[in-house]
């Protein structure tokens, strides 16, 4: 099995509006992972990853500790985002026409 991520240029959009271009002359862009551990569902036919949502112990991200935030860790996700994210695609409603993506309606936390 592979594990694949991909780098997109933002260039023109996710940049800060493209004030802050990519520097291209530092390519190649290069990411490791070590120590991945991934347990994954094939996916057949339309359903079939089910198992993957089940409630199970197999299935520790189902485990109530991980649905939600608690409100010191909620704190802590506020206080990453105003210091080192500086785009949001949910309120770049000029991008999407006003038509934003559908998870931008789900809560935050």
């Known amino acids: 099995m592979k594990a694949y991520s991909s780098i997109w240029n933002g260039d023109s959009w996710a940049t800060q509006g493209g004030r802050v271009?990519?520097?291209?002359?530092?390519?190649?862009?290069?990411?490791?992972y070590q120590q991945v551990n991934l347990r994954t569902c094939p996916w057949y036919?339309?359903?079939?990853?089910?198992?993957?949502?089940?409630?199970?112990?197999?299935?520790?991200?189902?485990a109530p500790a991980y649905s939600r935030l608690n409100?010191?860790?909620q704190g802590q996700l506020m206080w990453v985002r105003n210091k080192y994210m500086i785009y949001d695609y949910?309120?770049?409603?000029?991008?999407?026409?006003?038509?934003?993506p559908p998870e931008c309606s789900l809560p935050l936390y």
């Not at 271009?21 to 490791?32: H, T």
């Not at 198992?51 to 197999?58: E, F, I, V, Y």
């Open 71 to 73: 409100y010191a860790q």
């Open 45 to 62: 036919s339309q359903g079939s990853t089910a198992q993957c949502s089940a409630n199970t112990p197999a299935n520790w991200w189902t």
């Open 90 to 100: 949910c309120r770049d409603s000029k991008r999407f026409k006003g038509a934003m």
């Open 21 to 32: 271009k990519i520097d291209w002359k530092r390519a190649p862009f290069a990411a490791r």
